[in-house]
């Protein structure tokens, strides 16, 4: 299984809006609903912050989004702030009880 | 609140074989919740290397599966990792998370990091 594909850096400004990308095939992605996210700052553990392609954790702002059309998932962050500057990774179920993440987005707020 | 901890040797020889152990607590291991190792080489991306059930049941990353072991103890609410035949290229940051019924992972390890060198 190959690592999900992931643009490496992203950026916005303060308030704007910065969706990030996450494509796959049809063994992972795009074969089932079972996309997450997740943020992860330097020295931190990973944090999920989407699950089921669509679904926020208690205490997650919905300013975090997810969304899904054919093998590409996509994380937006709207009304970005400072404190979401960090690494962002997807991840996909791949069938057979295996698992795949991204590559990782760096998120930079300008 | 569910916290798990990893623990073992942070310096481990090449050829010889990575021992970690992740002490789960705030949740029954025995719960309806996977238990899974992640790891993180430095700089780079994460790698999921494999999951168990507490039934034993076990689900190892393909491209590893020939050199890794990974093994439940419920009666101490533990979980452990072994991976043999190791090189530099397993030098990582080494993670243990919960893992839901609908494969993410809710709730993880601070991480311990693994150096691979003679």
């Known amino acids: 299984q190959s690592a999900l594909t992931q643009p490496p850096s992203a950026s916005g400004s303060p308030g704007q809006s910065v969706t990030i990308s996450c494509t796959g095939t049809?063994?992972?992605?795009?074969?089932?609903?079972?996309v997450s996210w997740y943020q992860q700052h330097p020295g931190k553990a990973p944090k999920l912050i989407i699950f089921?392609?669509?679904k926020r954790p208690s205490g997650v702002p919905d300013r975090f989004s997810g969304s899904l059309s054919g093998n590409t998932a996509s994380l937006t962050v709207s009304g970005l702030q400072a404190e979401d500057e960090a690494d962002y990774y997807c991840?996909?179920?791949?069938?057979?009880?295996?698992?795949?993440f991204g590559g990782g987005t760096k998120l930079t707020v300008l | 609140q569910v916290q798990l901890q990893e623990s073992g040797p942070g310096l481990v020889k090449p050829s010889e074989t990575l021992s970690l152990t992740c002490t789960v607590s705030?949740?029954?291991?025995?719960?309806?919740?996977?238990w899974g190792w992640i790891r993180q080489p430095p700089g780079k991306g994460l790698e999921w290397l494999g999951t168990?059930?507490?039934?034993?049941?076990?689900y190892y990353n393909p491209s590893l599966k020939s050199r890794l072991t990974i093994s439940v103890d419920t009666s101490e609410s533990q979980f452990s990792l072994r991976l043999s035949s190791v090189t530099a290229a397993d030098t990582a940051l080494y993670y243990c998370?919960?893992?839901?019924?609908?494969?993410?992972?809710?709730?993880w390890g601070q991480g311990t990091l693994v150096t691979v060198s003679s």
């Open positions: 049809s063994s992972d992605v795009g074969g089932y609903n079972y």
């Open positions: 705030g949740d029954s291991i025995s719960s309806a919740y996977y």
């Open positions: 998370a919960r893992r839901a019924v609908r494969y993410y992972f809710d709730y």
């Open positions: 089921d392609v669509t």
């Open positions: 168990i059930y507490h039934s034993g049941s076990t």
């Open positions: 991840s996909s179920y791949a069938g057979s009880n295996n698992l795949v």
